[in-house]
T-cell receptor, first 115, second 113 residues
């Protein structure tokens, strides 16, 4: 079955450590996204990539980094520079629309807790 | 920064009632509009997409779009306890930020038996 796989589902990190969240999709989608969600909040865009080897900052990119070396993969690194990284992280992908924007498909999410 | 505003919740309706969820957006040139449902601790799932003015119906769900008023809504008829979730409105972006979706903060819906 096609879908988006995020790992790990739960992650605990000590302050000062970098962590990498994995996102893999087999939907053959060109565009991939990383969102962050805090309790009672909507989704805020961290980074997005519309094509391999290219990505753009979203609204809250500080303290995060990404790479897009393969179409299927879009890992997110939460660096020690991110001051408040405890959150629910969602990876998504979509096909580019022709004149309209296609729907986003989401992975199951990764919940990061900083101890 | 594009803005997507949803009616503040939480919204509580009895089983069998109609739940009405509202969303306004700031970007006049947006073309694509989505409603997602998110259960607690889970990822969002698509309920409806709408691209043209007017109504779009899918089972118990009806999405309504009015681009002139920059307004999109979701009606849930015959609400069921299983509809209890947070509903997120999402709007696309055009121009230099083409390809992005902006999300509202969500409206929490509770359907009580």
């Amino acid at each position: 079955d096609g879908g988006i796989t995020q790992s790990p589902k739960y992650l605990f990190r000590k302050e000062g450590q970098n962590v990498t969240l994995s996102c893999e999709q087999n939907l053959n989608h060109d565009a991939m996204y990383w969102y962050r969600q805090d309790p009672g909040q909507g989704l805020r865009l961290i980074y997005y990539s519309q094509i391999v080897n290219d990505f753009q900052k979203g609204d809250i990119a500080e303290g995060y980094s990404v790479s897009r070396e393969k179409k299927e993969s879009f890992p997110l690194t939460v660096t020690s520079a991110q001051k408040n990284p405890t959150a629910f992280y969602l990876c998504a992908s979509r096909l580019p629309g022709q004149g309209t924007t296609g729907e986003l498909f989401f992975g199951e999410g990764s919940r990061l807790t900083v101890l | 920064q594009k803005e997507v505003e949803q009616n503040s919740g939480p919204l509580s309706v009895p089983e069998g009632a109609i739940a009405s969820l509202n969303c306004t957006y700031s970007d006049r040139v947006s073309q694509s509009f989505f409603w997602y449902r998110q259960y607690s601790g889970k990822s969002p799932e698509l309920i409806m997409s709408i691209y043209s003015n007017g109504d779009k119906e899918d089972g118990r769900f009806t999405a309504q779009l009015n681009k002139a008023s920059q307004y999109v809504s979701l009606l849930i008829r015959d609400s069921q306890p299983s509809d209890s979730a947070t509903y997120l409105c999402a709007v696309d972006s055009r121009g230099s930020t083409l390809g992005r979706l902006y999300f509202g903060r969500g409206t929490q819906l509770t359907v009580w038996p």
